[in-house]
């Protein structure tokens, strides 16, 4: 894969290139691809035909001539609708006589495969409110606490707010802070400041550990977090501000308390029996990753089904009718497979019909771990926790832990993201190789629906990944905060759902999953101030940009330590720029951008050299404002191809 410029044909899934839904089959979609001038100014197309899928048999349709644009032309095509899931591509004849194909990782000067055409689900589509979102995650426990007179759980060991966290071995489940959904609510002007717009909870079901993946019923909240009322009064308060909740639902297994699980065990001929695999009963289970503790669910029983999601009275039901707005969905990626069996894709697709049913506009997010790609083509999962599209390359790219790393820099020695080796550090290049690969394998529409996490409850905290430091707490010194805030400008300027961590805005570090759950410092003096800034300028950016909620996304340049990209929409174009260290200038033809103005930056500005825009040589992140040219919001034109 060739690195990109933007002299490349250009098409993506966004509003600019395919027309907005909804869509039906036997009908037809509108597609656009922008075709950039040559050098020397000549067309840089003279024939494109798309080439789609029909019933499995290739179909080839001539596009037409469109209106110029800024160093440019659109080209405009028309593709019949005949699958639930379409796939393109684009063949290019240029002036030349190159052979090229345009597929969503780009062009390509030989044939491909199917593997990375382009990808339009044509039989729905996401909540449209998901993709102006940013979201704020809450570990109930570590959040906030309403009352010092909670009387801890049977199983818990009770910590003060201010105690370490314990990072792994005995007493890890158990060490309990206090934190209640109660103290969720008198927190949330917090999330509000901020700017995002959902709040994610961690589980919130009764359980025997204070993350309560290990769920003893789905029936009620955890009393120690304030029970149903308590849940009602967030969800209403969030409402009351403008705020969205996505609750989060274990479909892989349950605890080994759980009220089902107990019956199962006590009796083989109940019904609850068949809900798990049971190699010799009651007492040889299959479990989750072999962890006793969270025997594995079996989606091959109806009833199991009925109850947990198939329709009125089922879990996935009940709760939503409580206002939750989505779901969640822990360990997506291993429910309803085991063996020969893989009933996953029959699984999201009875969560979101019956939570449709409920809400039309409830998100269905998976959880998974890494390339979640062939989960997402059917009518189930809305998107997934992009870890492999965007986590991942973002902390090799932006690893300052690494030895050598830098003046301030901590060495961490972190192992990365479930790998037995130390987190690697690469050029931008492969870093953006990676993010191609992986979101061309996945309709636009789940990619967009995808939630961007720097970090999660399950990692290590980004902050602590640029070099912040591994004792847990707040980085006040502030040695990993210019990476730390570089990975927050591209999480805040690249397509999906950015989600925050909750302590992430104020510069919290943590080595591994357990370790990064820290309760929240509320005294303001224990935050880092410059991060906290820094977090809400780049949520109100996002928030106030529609090209970064909605708009496509094009590279313009890509080095070892820099990369440049394109957001695109009708109304709006921003350029961005992130360089990771001093001494990369990147020129870009001016042609082919109009103009820039500064909307973001730190460091040194924009100057035009002749025909080139010049790029700071410096580590920051830059975002500027490009023009809108009169042929930019051209639609069609009568122009027919040779």
């Keep these: ?60 349709a001539p596009a037409r001539r469109g209106a110029r644009t800024a160093g440019g032309r659109w080209w405009h095509v028309d593709m019949r609708s005949t699958n639930p899931v379409m796939s393109y591509r684009f063949f290019l004849g240029g002036p030349d006589g190159a052979y090229r194909w345009l597929n969503a990782e780009g062009v390509h000067g030989r044939d491909t495969s199917d593997g990375a055409d382009f990808l339009l689900r044509i039989d729905r589509s996401p909540p449209a409110w998901v993709a102006d979102q940013v979201a704020y995650q809450v570990f109930p426990d570590r959040f906030a606490r309403s009352s010092p007179d909670t009387v801890p759980p049977a199983w818990a060991v009770e910590a003060a707010w201010d105690e370490p966290v314990i990072g792994s071995g005995p007493g890890v489940e158990r060490q309990w802070y206090g934190g209640d959904l109660d103290g969720v609510v008198a927190r949330l002007d917090h999330v509000v400041e901020l700017g995002a717009g959902v709040l994610y909870l961690t589980p919130v079901f009764e359980g025997r550990s204070n993350h309560r993946y290990d769920a003893v019923t789905f029936d009620r909240v955890d009393p120690a977090l304030g029970g149903d009322d308590a849940l009602r009064r967030l969800i209403a308060a969030a409402h009351e501000r403008g705020l969205r909740v996505l609750g989060d639902l274990t479909t892989n297994h349950t605890g080994r308390e759980h009220d089902w699980f107990l019956a199962a065990q006590a009796d083989p001929g109940a019904p609850e029996a068949a809900f798990y695999r049971f190699r010799d009963h009651p007492g040889d289970y299959v479990s989750w990753l072999d962890v006793p503790s969270l025997p594995k669910l079996d989606h091959r029983s109806e009833e199991l089904r009925a109850r947990l999601y198939r329709g009125e009275g089922s879990v996935v039901a009940r709760w939503i009718e409580a206002g939750l707005d989505g779901w969640r969905i822990d360990v997506a990626n291993m429910t309803g497979r085991l063996g020969a069996d893989d ?8 969560i979101r019909a019956t939570m449709h049913a409920v809400d039309p506009d409830a998100w269905l997010l998976a959880e998974h ?16 926790m992009d870890y492999q ?7 090799v790219w932006l690893n300052g832990g690494a030895p050598g790393a830098g003046a301030g820099a901590v060495e961490h020695g972190l192992h990365f993201l479930g790998l037995p080796v ?13 993010m191609r690969e992986v979101h061309a394998a996945m309709p636009w529409a789940a990619f967009a629906a995808s939630t961007m996490h ?58 591994n999953g357990e370790h990064a759950r820290t309760p929240f410092p509320w005294d303001r003096d224990a935050w880092d101030a410059a991060t906290w800034e820094a977090y809400r300028t780049w949520v109100a950016l996002r928030r106030d940009s529609v090209a970064l909620r909605r708009g496509g996304l094009r590279w313009a340049h890509v080095g070892v330590d820099s990369l440049t990209f394109v957001r695109e929409h009708a109304e709006q174009r921003l350029l961005v720029h992130v360089a990771r260290a001093d001494g990369e200038e990147v020129r870009l033809p001016l042609a082919l951008l109009g103009g820039a103005t500064p909307v973001v ?24 404002e490009l023009a809108l040219d009169e042929g930019w919001n051209e639609t069609e034109n009568a122009e027919e191809a040779p």
Excluded: C, N
């Design 454 to 511: 720097l970090d999660s409850h399950d990692t290590p905290r980004f902050r602590t990944v640029a070099g912040g430091g591994v004792k847990g707490g707040v980085d006040l010194a502030g040695a990993g905060r210019d990476l730390h805030l570089l990975g927050l400008a591209l999480q805040m300027t690249m397509p999906g759902v950015p989600s925050v961590f909750a302590g992430d805005e104020i510069g919290l570090t943590g080595t």
């Design 389 to 395: 599209g965007f986590t991942r390359p973002l902390w």
């Design 1 to 60: 894969m060739t690195p990109p410029t933007l002299r490349d044909v250009h098409h993506d899934g966004s509003a600019r290139f395919v027309a907005p839904g909804p869509y039906e089959l036997g009908g037809t979609v509108a597609l656009r691809v922008l075709v950039p001038d040559l050098a020397d100014g000549r067309d840089g197309v003279e024939r494109l035909v798309l080439r789609s899928l029909r019933d499995g048999e290739p179909h080839l």
């Design 369 to 384: 771990g890494h390339d979640a790609a062939a989960d997402l083509t059917g009518d189930g999962w809305d998107g997934t």
């Design 422 to 434: 130390d987190i690697p550090v690469l050029g931008a290049d492969e870093v953006t190789r990676t």
């Design 343 to 350: 009933l996953a894709h029959e699984v999201a697709r009875e």
């Design 601 to 624: 930056r730190e460091g040194a500005a924009t100057r035009i050299e002749g025909d080139a825009v010049v790029l700071p040589a410096v580590r920051g992140a830059h975002v500027w």
